[in-house]
């Protein structure tokens, strides 16, 4: 199974970003880890600060992958667009937040992510992104 995270603005400076919220472990470091324990799997991973870029990196996935998981960050609450491409292909999408945003303020409550995604996975810290995987491949 071949499944793409995506991850959005601000992602590349987990581990040093925020620590209190969103911990101190690059995405990188932790990224081996899924691939270690997915092996079986096939695994890649995107970020970009850029919502055009993953646009494209959600549409190009729809030919290459069989799931995504995506974090779009900050987007999350404000891109029509990311909303629209999920909604656009067929690869299913699950949604994943590092931190609990239903915890967090107002404007982290709205997801133009969550109305088009399959699931939603928030609040678990990094593991977060081990249990979307685990959603794809334990079908
Ligand atoms: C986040 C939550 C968003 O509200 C925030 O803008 C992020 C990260 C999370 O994973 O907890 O950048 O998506």
């Not at 959005?8 to 990224?31: A, H, I, K, V």
């Not at 779009?72 to 994943?96: F, L, M, N, R, W």
């Amino acid at each position: 199974m071949k499944l793409l995270i995506i991850n959005g603005p601000n992602l590349n400076l987990l581990g040093t970003r925020e620590p209190d919220t969103y911990g101190n472990e690059s995405f990188e470091e932790y990224f081996s880890k899924l691939q270690f324990k997915f092996r079986d799997a096939e695994l890649s991973y995107e970020q970009s600060n850029i919502e055009g870029e993953l646009i494209d990196a959600i549409q190009k996935a729809d030919e290459d992958f069989d799931g995504i998981v995506l974090n779009a960050a900050a987007y999350t609450h404000t891109s029509v667009g990311i909303g629209d491409a999920i909604k656009a292909i067929s690869t299913p999408v699950v949604e994943v937040h590092i931190s609990n945003t239903f915890s967090r303020e107002k404007f982290r409550h709205k997801s133009y992510i969550s109305p088009n995604a399959v699931g939603i996975i928030i609040g678990f810290g990094l593991q977060s992104y081990d249990l979307a995987i685990s959603s794809f491949i334990n079908k």
